[in-house]
């Protein structure tokens, strides 16, 4: 009788252990993202590189509503030849517009920051799928190979913000 108990309870304490051992990554997962400090440092670095140690979710643009840099944003936005594939003012050319309420991939900082930093193809890859298609007629190219400092990357941000004409309601996603 004893010893018909301890294998019972046995095995309860495996399926607990296991139950925590495959609760525990939901959990983590869940939480919150940590915070993550831009501080100058990390504003000088490259942009793929401050992709990789960034959590997801808590890029968040360190100049927003500063209309100075968003007038640097937009000299950067030519300057990395953006405006060659997404128009001068971001309404869209052969590629999608950056300026109306649909984005492809969702429209927080952190997502505008890593599509990017990275392109299509390693987003994707990164887990992020499209949720709306606009004139897609291929990938966005890896633009943060040419980017030196990710500061350049949110002063784009900046300007972007600053030009949108969408909805109020889909400035940010
Ligand atoms: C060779 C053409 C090309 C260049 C150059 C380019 N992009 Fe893109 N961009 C694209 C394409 C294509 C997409 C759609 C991506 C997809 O569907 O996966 C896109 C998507 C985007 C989006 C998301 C738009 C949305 O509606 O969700 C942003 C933001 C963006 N690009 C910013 C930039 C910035 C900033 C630069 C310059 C640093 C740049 N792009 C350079 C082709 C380009």
Known sequence: MMKRFAGVALVFALIGAAGCWLAAPSFAAAAKPAAFKLTPAILAEPPVKVVAQAP????????????????????????????????????????????????IYGGSDDTLFRLISLGSTKMQAAGYQREALENVIGPMPQMGLLIHHSSDVFKIITWIRSAYQGSPDHKYH
């Open 56 to 103: 997801k979710g808590s890029l968040h643009d360190p100049y927003a509503g500063n209309a100075k840099v968003a007038k640097e944003g937009h000299q950067l936005f030519f300057h990395y030849g953006c405006n060659g594939c997404h128009g001068g003012g971001g309404g869209g050319g052969m590629c999608p517009p950056l300026i109306n309420g649909v984005w």
